[in-house]
């Protein structure tokens, strides 16, 4: 109960801190950043499309070290920390896909090529659903911890490859504007509005943890006392039907005596 109490407490602070810096960001990103001169207002998604990004990728981060962590320590909060990582993970993926879908329409004239950043992001996805098809398949909790982490830690493998895409092949994605040689390839106004962006998803993405951390949690301990419960269920319906067993040899002995 105060661990519980204590996830409450941080999900509440997490969730202020987030409200707060995502209005900030989305005023910046629709107000304070200028409008770029080739793109035109299409691209201010970069200030939304980007930062979901990070969030994903980071999701992918916490799955392979709580995958790693739980089948070294086999720590059932390993397991709990990459669940949650993984479905949260899960939606910002989506939403990257979407949002990417979006902005590439009137800037590519389609809503979806077979670029690489976008297949092997997709990819992803698809290892994301496996991850959660393994857990709902298998009814052994042990097991399924085991088989997913090995799915978290394979779909892990995919984010630098999906990183390195745009410079390991020929791509209509556009390479990263942060890491040039020359340094941030945007105006300050935008660079700011980035980092921003990136603060307000990070955080909502620690409030988003924090909340569906205590969700497993306690979905955890409910599983276990449900499990006791039915095991001392099992017990007593045995030791009646042990006793029902003993009343009737009896009263069979019984009988035969008065038979006799």
């Not at 207002?41 to 999701?59: D, N, T």
């Not at 089948?71 to 990582?85: G, N, P, T």
């Not at 909790?141 to 410079?167: L, M, Q, T």
Request: hydrophobic share 55%.
């Amino acid at each position: 109960m105060t661990e519980n109490r204590r996830w409450v407490g941080l999900t509440a602070i997490l969730g202020v801190a987030s409200l707060l810096l995502v209005s900030i960001a989305v005023y910046m990103a629709l107000v304070y950043a200028p409008t770029d001169a080739v793109q035109g207002q299409p691209q201010r998604l970069f200030y939304l499309h980007v930062p979901i990004a990070w969030v994903g990728f980071l999701s992918w981060f916490i799955v392979f070290v709580g995958a790693i962590g739980y089948l070294v320590k086999r720590d059932r909060r390993f397991d709990q920390v990459s669940r949650s990582a993984a479905e949260i993970g899960l939606i910002f993926l989506s939403l990257v896909l979407l949002t990417g879908s979006i902005w590439g329409r009137p800037i590519w004239g389609t809503w979806w090529v077979w670029d690489a950043r976008l297949t092997t992001t997709l990819i992803l996805w698809f290892i994301g659903l496996a991850y959660f098809l393994v857990r709902g398949y298998v009814n052994d909790p042990d097991k399924a911890a085991r088989y997913s982490a090995v799915v978290g830690i394979i779909g892990f493998i995919d984010v630098p490859i999906i990183y390195e895409s745009v410079n390991w092949w020929r791509t209509l994605h556009p390479t990263s504007v942060m890491d040039t040689p020359g340094g941030p390839a945007m105006p300050g106004s935008m660079l700011i509005t980035l980092l921003v962006s990136l603060l307000a998803f990070t955080v909502l993405y620690a409030c988003l943890m924090s909340l569906k951390i205590s969700i497993e949690h306690a979905k955890d301990v409910l599983a276990e006392r449900a499990f006791a419960l039915a095991e001392r269920m099992a017990d007593l319906q045995q030791a009646n039907s042990d006793e029902a067993d003993g009343t009737a040899d009896v009263a069979e002995d019984f009988a035969e005596r008065v038979h006799i």
